[in-house]
């Protein structure tokens, strides 16, 4: 129970949970509505999403000022690729929440000349262009892992002085993907935050790509997705050991 309320005090705490809330009820929605007799269970599944989405948009309205910290921090990063990657994605960020709380002020009715739909198109493109470096970066993260794991096994290899067996052309072919994808588990298995981050990364990005028409995916599909990246969140907001540090 502690835990549950130190995790429901922070904003991202917060945010997290009714993203997962919001991202259930699409699932459920796209679920229950060919059925028969659902018709009422899906209208209260609706307006549910409906409340919990502008809810969300009160927790992310300081959110440009964590992005701008965290645009700061990236930039004194010792490597050079997760800098540049993690830098230009928290700029792509702050532009996102820029347009994201502008589209705020025109829904509650602050300012009636803003055009909604250009607003939203330039927020999901810094949105889908801040995770497309972030997962760069990931994609970097796990070679340099897999660089590790490798050289280790090799070692291990080498001081057993096992003698190589010799395979036709397409045995190698199968080893190598067969040592590649072992590689890819190990490497993801001994760093827990790159495999949440890659996870969570990955199934955020789905979101704008069906918005933008470049990959058009189905209302279940990105419920589905939507869920398991706020539970990756909520990992990693839980467990600060989870997140991905920056190096």
Known sequence: MDAFIRFTNQTQGRDRLFRATQYT?????????PKAGKEKVVMKLKKL??????????????????????????????????RLCLTLANLNRVIYFICD????VRSVGLASGINKEKWRTWATRHYYYSLLLSLGRDLYEISLQ????????????????????????????????????????????????LLLDTVKNFC????????????????????LVGLVSSIAGMITVAYPQMKLKTR
């Open 25 to 33: 009820c699409m699932l459920l929605t796209y679920l229950l509505e």
């Open 204 to 223: 955020d990005i789905l979101n704008p790509l069906d918005e933008l028409g470049i990959y058009k995916s189905n209302p279940g599909i990105i419920g």
């Open 49 to 82: 999403e409906s409340s919990v989405s502008t809810g969300r948009k009160w927790f992310r309205l300081g959110s440009v000022v964590h992005a701008v910290q965290a645009t700061e921090q990236s930039i004194h990063a010792t490597d050079l690729v997760p």
């Open 101 to 104: 709380t502008i589209l705020w």
């Open 146 to 193: 897999m660089e590790r794991v490798a050289h280790n096994r090799a070692k291990r290899e080498k001081s057993s002085a096992q003698d190589p067996l010799e395979y036709g052309m397409a045995d190698k072919e199968i080893e190598w993907l067969q040592c590649f994808l072992l590689l890819l588990f190990q490497s993801l298995k001994q760093h827990p935050p």
